[in-house]
């Protein structure tokens, strides 16, 4: 059976563009411009505090994982008061080396490795449609484990290292998602995942995305009432359940016509649509395009499943 998860980050194909090993010492303070991109912090050793715009502050210690889907203005600092160094994370270049902060010299205080996500498949805002603005994610030994082996290749590169970041990356992400599914995601798919009656309809829409599904069928599997399923289903996942296979239907044809240059006679079989002109009535009205000219590359507006 198809596995939701999986599905998204085979759309998403995450790779780790760009990443630094941080640390500090003494008192400090770093604050970074909105970046607009999927970005994270894993902390190697020590402690610090992390204050994301309109989140409530945190403190992250030795072996924390914390993700921003869409990296807004954010800052880093030591337990004391120091004057904040602002930092245009667009300017800022990748595996240069440590960058510094506080005393310059001796052992820091912290090591952190920080960085940004890039997609070769769907868009950014697929990810930020799934996740609340900040997973923090503690004491897990998996995310552990990842991390160290981030950590590695950055300290040590070696040959195939762009082909284990991408793997690694890839598995961060299903962690920090399965780390939101008890209830701290935003409604949606990874919400619904965490409901034990819903969860089973989610993988067989998703299984079998180009089957007819009638709300009955979905509230079967769930063993509910229709009733009792559509007001489950919308208030956890956030939308009927017509219109969340409607949305990932769209969110497969996209990445199948763009990424994957499939034809749009192949794209309507496989998303489940008996004729091409009902398809592209569907598409045009949620992507606010053909799909002809959504395949070649026409600029459309951010949507999500």
Sequence with gaps: MSDPLTEVIRLL??????????SGKGDWAVRYAAYGQPGFCII??????????RQPEVTLNAGDFVLLPATPPFSLSSFGQAPTIHIDPHVVPGGQGELRHGEPVGAPDMRSLGGAFAFDGAGPELLVTLLPPVVHVKGSRRLGQLVR???EEYEDPQPGRDLA?????????????RSTTAGSAPPGLLRGLGDARLAPALHQLHAN?????????????SALSRSAF????????????MEYLLGWRMTLAKALLRHERMAVADVVERVGYGSTSAF?????????????????????PPTGP
Excluded at 13 to 22: F, G, M, Q, S, Y
Excluded at 171 to 176: G, N, Q, S, T, Y
Excluded at 230 to 241: A, I, K, N
Excluded at 280 to 300: I, K, L, N
Aim: a positive charge; glycine letters at 8%; hydrophobic letters at 45%.
């Design 13 to 22: 194909k995450p790779r780790a563009v760009v990443a630094n090993l941080i």
């Design 44 to 53: 190697l050793e020590g402690s610090c505090r992390l204050a994301v715009d």
């Design 149 to 151: 082996m981030v950590a």
């Design 165 to 177: 970041l991408s793997h690694l990356v890839g598995m961060l992400l299903v962690e920090a998602m």
């Design 209 to 221: 995305v180009a089957r007819a599904w009638t709300v009955a069928d979905l509230a079967e599997r």
């Design 230 to 241: 559509f007001d489950r289903f919308t208030r956890t996942v956030g939308s009927t359940p």
């Design 280 to 300: 592209s009535v569907a598409f045009s009205r949620h992507v606010g395009q053909s799909p002809s000219r959504y395949a070649r590359g026409g600029d459309t």
